[in-house]
């Protein structure tokens, strides 16, 4: 009877973990450019002499789905979307280097290029730092121009190049802050052929018919298995009684 009460917490435990990734899918659906986080569940046999009937369920977030999402036009000039497979280079806090498909940019405070995570958006040489006070645009290569609005009959200058990030070739993981990370450590490669369209963002991948199937199937599993843990209950004292008659 124990091993049925620890089969089906073990049961309840997966199913909470896949809500969990449910609910981190619908509450990105309008996050541009998030990939969709995936979950699978396997059997856990334990290992032993004894014959084993039942098997543990572990359940957890293995990867990402990495198709693109769909492009919708801003018409801003600091949004852009990544045209392919390659990804755009960020700073995260440790100062190592990750990526992301999101492409709302901003300038901050500092003159930093910042997407909008908050994140300093990588060049070739570090973190891209604009002139204050300049009209930023992008070109298709991922250049980022400068315009002075002083002298608008004057070209935009290139200070920097934002890295687009080849996939090809690489093991990347989605990592709990949400960014991808190449596995083992280290820095993807940069693209030079990967191109990017101004004035348009990525959307999320995240299809929301299925979210919300997949948020009633979690729910109705977690169900199930806390009614076979009362089940389990009822004939664990049922069968105390019996025993307390002979």
Do not use: C, H, W
Not at 21 to 31: D, E, I, P
Not at 49 to 77: N, P
């Amino acid at each position: 009877m124990d091993r049925v009460i620890y089969t089906a917490f073990a049961g309840m435990e997966s199913a909470m973990n896949r809500q969990r990734v449910v609910a981190s899918n619908m509450a990105n659906v309008n996050t541009p450019g998030f990939r969709a986080e995936t979950f699978a569940a396997q059997a856990v046999a334990l290992d032993g002499e004894a014959l084993e009937a039942r098997a543990m369920g572990r359940g957890a977030v293995y990867g990402a789905d990495l198709s693109a999402g769909s492009f919708i036009a801003t018409g801003s000039r600091l949004d852009i979307a990544v045209q392919g497979d390659a990804m755009i280079a960020l700073q995260a806090p440790d100062g190592s280097e990750v990526y992301s498909r999101r492409g709302d940019m901003s300038v901050g405070p500092a003159g930093v290029l910042e997407n909008g995570d908050g994140r300093p958006v990588m060049g070739n040489t570090g973190p891209i730092t604009v002139p204050i006070g300049q009209a930023i645009s992008f070109a298709e290569d991922g250049s980022v121009l400068a315009a002075d609005p002083q002298t608008p009959e004057a070209p935009p200058q290139v200070v920097g190049r934002i890295k687009l990030a080849s996939v090809e070739g690489s093991a990347i993981a989605k990592d709990l802050d949400g960014f991808m990370r190449v596995q083992g450590g280290g820095i993807l490669p940069a693209d030079e052929t990967a191109r990017i369209t101004s004035g348009s963002l990525e959307q999320s991948n995240v299809n929301t018919t299925q979210v919300l199937s997949d948020m009633i199937e979690a729910q109705r599993s977690f169900e199930m298995r806390a009614k076979l843990l009362t089940t389990a209950a009822s004939i664990d004292e049922t069968g105390a009684r019996l025993m307390s008659l002979r």
